[in-house]
């Protein structure tokens, strides 16, 4: 199979008749080659996103919304063909994708759809005269998308800025393209006028084309921090406006009068679902000495008995395969960085080979007890299923421990008493923060990082602001004054 960037409401032949393979990460077998956006298709791209900018921007919030939430029906009605493609390009479990994947995207295009028609401005007397305030779209926007969460990351980026009146170039990261072109042809479907949703696919020169591109007014991107830097270096050559959603390396505090249970179960959710490839993980657990035996030996039973990991496909798994070779290659080097740095594995820490995918990227679900603050899998962000169990004795050295790093993604906090609940997550550097709770990331919620993990917000009201901008018209109703 041969996949083409999609531009201007239909597939488009690149020039250069250059191409990549996408590998299945569960069997390591090409799936399909996809074509390289060359300079054909980018020009194409940019002239046909400059022609729906102009065209959707004219029509009414309103008819902007009935269109978008037509989309969303769309994709909840092709909900489990479109997780069946995440899975083969990410390595995903089905069960996870078919729950969540489509369903958190089509929520936030639907939950954007409804604010559209409420963007306004205000205005305001002054003495006798008055302004008035417009938020107007941007122009064309670009986003540039990591492969974790593929379909969902393209959602959450269209769906402000299409609301907003904008148009888009999106460009998938080139382990996982397919979803995009599948959103692609639903907005089309939806009526979304052709040029509004372009993808163009490629590697990072693809990604730095768009970030330098002078007719690009804004990039969203979502990435490792290295790689955000140099879009925003790009984006700075012609002063664009930037979102930017990076790595983290958060903490999870389990206070010792937390419901164990419950934290344990925060801990694997926010260390070993998508087999451990989630940006906001709280792979830091730091657990009060008073509880740490009893909690890590109930992690270490759940971890061996309740993970299943296997096919992707097979609807009884729950743990996938990780993206590559190159990346599974990169966690069983932290595994042996921990070992090393004399952290002691609890449960784990092997490559693993199931018998239902035996030649796809598994690592097991690992567990290091004894760690400390200075080691490699503490400091660095994993991206895979490695969590590291750190004690300590009083809230005010955990709050010190914790924020300490150049991440600030996000921050959980495990306890029943209410004031310390507050008091503790009051003082996380992080932007996403969750008490008594992980992961959960509804559309109404903003969310982005502190310090490197970001710049911005995507999803809740806030993130409208990031795609429009504010035009100010002074009117004046009394004689001008001139001194001239
Ligand atoms: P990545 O290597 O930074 O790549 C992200 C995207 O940028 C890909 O589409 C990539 O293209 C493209 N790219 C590479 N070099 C570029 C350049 N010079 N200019 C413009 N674009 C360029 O990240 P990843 O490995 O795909 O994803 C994992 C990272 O994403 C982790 O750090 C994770 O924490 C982070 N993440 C953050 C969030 C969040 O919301 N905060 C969500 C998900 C993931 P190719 O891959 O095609 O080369």
Not at 4 to 25: C, M, R, W
């Amino acid at each position: 199979m041969l996949i083409k960037n999609f531009i201007h409401g239909q597939y488009l032949d690149n020039h250069s008749a250059e191409t990549f393979k996408v590998i299945n990460p569960a069997t390591n077998q090409v799936v399909y080659e996809v074509e390289v956006a060359d300079t054909a298709i980018q020009k194409a791209a940019i002239e046909s996103a400059q022609q729906g900018f102009e065209k959707w921007s004219a029509f009414s919030a309103v008819e902007r919304s009935r269109i978008l939430l037509k989309a969303v029906a769309l994709l909840r009605e092709r909900n489990d063909e479109l997780a069946k493609i995440e899975v083969i390009d990410t390595g995903k479990p089905f069960q996870e994708a078919v729950a969540v994947d489509i369903v958190t995207g089509a929520d936030s295009i639907e939950f954007f759809a409804g604010l559209a028609p409420s963007i306004q401005g205000n205005q305001q007397d002054v003495d006798g005269d008055f302004y008035y305030t417009r938020r107007e779209p941007l122009g064309v926007c670009a986003g540039i998308g990591a492969w974790n969460y593929p379909l969902q990351i393209a959602c959450w980026k269209s769906a402000p800025a299409l609301a907003c009146g904008n148009s888009m170039i999106f460009k998938p990261s080139e382990e996982t393209p397919l979803g995009a072109n599948k959103l692609a042809e639903i907005y089309i479907e939806a009526g979304v006028p052709a040029g509004v949703f372009n993808v163009v696919h490629g590697d990072g020169k693809v990604g730095s084309w768009l970030s330098h591109h002078p007719d690009v007014a804004k990039v969203s991107f979502t990435g490792e921090v290295g790689t955000g830097k140099k879009v925003m270096a790009a984006a700075a050559t012609t002063l664009k406006d930037v979102t930017m959603e990076l790595g983290g390396k958060s903490p999870l505090i389990v206070f010792e009068d937390a419901d164990i249970e419950q934290a344990v179960s925060a801990a694997m959710l926010g260390n070993f679902y998508t087999q451990g490839e989630i940006c906001t993980n709280g792979t830091r657990v730091f657990v009060h000495s008073s509880i740490h035996h009893k909690f890590i030996e109930q992690l270490k039973e759940r971890t061996e008995k309740n993970i299943i990991m296997g096919d992707p496909m097979n609807e009884e798994t729950n743990f996938g395969a990780l993206i590559s070779k190159k990346h599974h290659d990169l966690v069983m080097g932290y595994i042996k960085k921990g070992l090393d740095q004399g952290a002691t594995l609890l449960t784990g820490g092997k490559a693993a080979s199931p018998q239902s995918a035996p030649h796809g990227n598994f690592v097991e679900p690992t567990v290091f007890i004894n760690c400390t603050d200075d080691m490699d899998i503490v400091k660095e962000e994993i991206f895979g299923p490695v969590m590291s169990v750190l004690t300590f004795e009083d809230e005010e050295e955990v709050i010190q421990r914790a924020n300490s790093t150049g991440f600030g993604l996000a921050a959980g906090v495990f306890t029943l008493n209410i004031q310390r609940a507050h008091r503790v997550i009051h003082q996380m550097q992080a932007g996403i923060c969750w008490i008594n709770a992980y992961g959960a990331s509804p559309a109404q919620m903003p969310v982005g990082g502190y310090k490197q993990s970001g710049i911005g917000r995507e999803n809740g009201m806030e993130t409208l602001n990031h795609y429009t901008q504010v035009k100010s018209i002074y009117v004046g109703m009394n004689p001008l004054e001139s001194p001239f």
